[in-house]
């Protein structure tokens, strides 16, 4: 275990801690709702400083972000835990893993600088931090991210944006891009679905975009529970209202963890949900999920309509770069 510094002491023994908007108030000996930050004597301790439960090499393309270093490869990790509960997740062995002791002590160290070393070995041009929510192991994220600087790598968070104060603040001088989940526009799917809310939410991918780190947005279509021609608007309406050259990724929904009464999303209400995306002014909408039926995983240009970059699945079959190779319109977003 090692002692954080997104915490403070709180009356009779208790921490606070300031890693995400649910500021659990933590008493000696319990942990937050996280399961990973745990006060110990008074102290605000994390369980897995230094131990990524998962390793991999991705394709950027897979966080999804597609106009970020676009073809490379991000070394990807992850830890245990999650600060929300979502019925739906798709790594809830990972995230919903509570009472982690005996796991992580099946787990190995590696420092910010090793994961950094590793990095570089294996040819990524980025480090993600991904799998999990990187806000309930904040501190060993951000410090990977100043290691992968110095060695000349690039940092992404991938992350529900139920950020505090405090944590972006420590976050958006170290993290160079965010791919940020928009999982609802109701602030009553964010509270039963979820075990979160959608304000901070909402404050946190404006408050990345005014920062100038690069964002994408990502939301999981789940049929019956925020399809609806209302809310596909109202989501695609907040991200064009924020920058309307800001990528939304638009993906299916397959049963998973809690989540098995539902039926996988229908191609159509994706293809549906990109259609509206671009009505309410988007630029870039991405069908994810879609297996070899994605109609919308190709940039565009959308002054002659050329393909810019083309892509089948997470493979980038030809690129041109963030510049159309027709019209010569330069496109928003991060070159290598
Ligand atoms: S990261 Fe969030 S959920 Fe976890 S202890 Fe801190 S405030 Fe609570």
């Known amino acids: 275990m090692t002692a954080v510094r997104l915490g403070r002491p709180a009356k009779n023994g208790a921490v ?37 439960a998962a390793v991999s090499l991705d394709p950027i393309e897979k966080k999804p972000l597609y106009h970020f270093l676009p073809g490379t490869a991000a070394l990807s990790l992850g830890t245990f835990g999650c600060n929300f509960t979502c019925m739906f997740c798709q790594n809830f ?9 005996d796991q992580l002590a099946q787990l190995s160290y590696v420092s910010p600088a090793a994961v950094a070393q590793l990095a570089l070995r294996q040819g990524a041009s980025s480090v993600a931090c991904t799998y999990n929510e990187p806000a309930v192991w904040a501190e060993y994220a951000l410090d990977i991210a100043v ?19 405090e944590l972006l603040d420590a ?17 009553e799917f964010y509270r039963h679905v979820a075990g979160g809310r959608l304000q901070p939410v909402l404050d946190t991918i404006r408050e990345i975009h005014e920062a100038g780190a690069w964002e994408e947005i990502t939301s999981l279509i789940i049929p019956g ?66 297996a070899d039926h994605d109609q919308s995983s190709s940039t565009i240009c ?35």
């Open 16 to 52: 606070k801690c300031l890693a995400c908007a649910h500021e659990c108030v933590i008493a000696e000996g319990r942990s937050g709702l996280c399961g990973v930050r745990r006060n110990v004597q008074g102290e605000l301790q994390s369980l897995v400083y230094g131990l990524p």
């Open 93 to 101: 062995e990972l995230s919903q893993a509570r009472a982690v002791d």
């Open 147 to 165: 290691e992968a600087r110095k060695a000349g790598l690039r940092t992404v968070f991938v992350s529900n944006g139920f950020y505090s104060r």
């Open 171 to 187: 976050a958006l001088p170290l993290i160079d891009a965010y791919n940020i989940d928009l999982k609802s526009f109701s602030d």
């Open 225 to 290: 529970l925020n399809d609806s021609e209302d809310e596909l608007r109202a989501m695609a309406h907040f991200v064009a209202s924020v920058d309307p050259e800001m990528p939304w990724h638009v993906s299916r929904f397959f049963p998973m963890y809690r989540m098995q009464d539902r039926p996988v999303t229908p191609a159509a209400s994706v293809e549906r949900a990109v259609q509206i995306g671009h009505e309410e002014g988007l630029l870039y909408v991405y069908s994810g999920n879609l």
């Open 302 to 336: 959308p002054v002659c309509g050329a393909t810019i970059i083309e892509r089948h699945g997470y493979d980038v079959a030809a690129r041109t770069g963030l510049v159309c190779p027709r019209c010569s319109t330069s496109i928003k977003g991060v070159e290598r």
